[in-house]
């Protein structure tokens, strides 16, 4: 069965780093693009980036570029999202999310999310 | 980027009758060349991840019972639960992945009467 979990989540100082780790399981993950989604605490949903099957495209949201990394490694079925220049308006739970295979820019799994928060 | 506006934010059903529930976009998401409209619905509840309802406007996920149904091409979109049931109370999202920037709704919240 399909598994997301994802980790290296926590409290981080505005303008900090972090790293986001996306364990997947259950499907050939090599053959799948991916995605991050986030929601901020009561808010509503926000895609973050997009990365293809084998790395070679990514996409971002306007509100991260240049500051977001998406990448991957299909050899340990992992997903990434480096987090750099954090702002306050970056507080959300952050979902590593499954593209469907029907089409790969629609989500049919999503992981349980990781809280970052960004405060001083 | 394509804005997605969904209404009512709020919505109370009394069990057992229709909801529904609107989804507008910015600019159409329909493709002409295969005709399909580049939408989906999402069901969340609290504590819980987003659950994928419709796609393709119309399509129902696998597993997802036939009361929930999707109309609508273009720019106008809805979703529909024919009889509510005490289990269907959560927010509902439409997305658009017409474009590759994705948007979401700003969500409705559904309770019962």
């Known amino acids: 069965q399909v598994q997301l979990v994802e980790s290296g989540g926590g409290v981080v100082q505005p303008g900090g780093s972090l790293r986001l780790s996306c364990a997947a399981s259950g499907f050939t993950f090599n053959n799948l693009d991916m995605h991050w989604v986030r929601q901020a605490p009561g808010k509503g949903l926000e895609w973050v980036a997009f990365i293809r099957f084998d790395g070679t495209d990514k996409y971002y949201a306007d509100s991260v570029k240049g500051r977001f990394t998406i990448s991957r490694d299909n050899s340990k079925d992992r997903l990434y999202l480096q987090l750099n220049s954090l702002r306050a308006e970056d507080t959300a739970v952050y979902h590593c999310v499954k593209g469907h295979s029907d089409y790969h820019y629609f989500f049919d799994y999503w992981g349980l999310g990781i809280l970052i928060t960004v405060s001083s | 980027d394509i804005v997605m506006t969904q209404s009512p934010d709020s919505l109370a059903v009394s069990l057992g009758e229709r909801a529904t529930i609107s989804c507008k976009s910015s600019q159409s998401v329909l493709d002409s060349s295969n005709n399909k409209n580049y939408l989906a619905w999402y069901q969340q509840k609290p504590g819980q991840p987003p659950k994928l309802l419709i796609y393709?406007?119309?399509t129902r996920e696998s597993g997802v019972p036939d009361r929930f149904s999707g109309s609508g091409s273009g720019t106008d979109f809805t979703l529909t639960i024919s009889s509510l049931q005490a289990e269907d109370v959560a927010v509902y999202y439409c997305q658009q992945y017409y474009s590759t920037l994705i948007t979401f709704g700003q969500g409705t919240r559904l309770e019962i009467k």
């Open positions: 393709w406007a119309s």
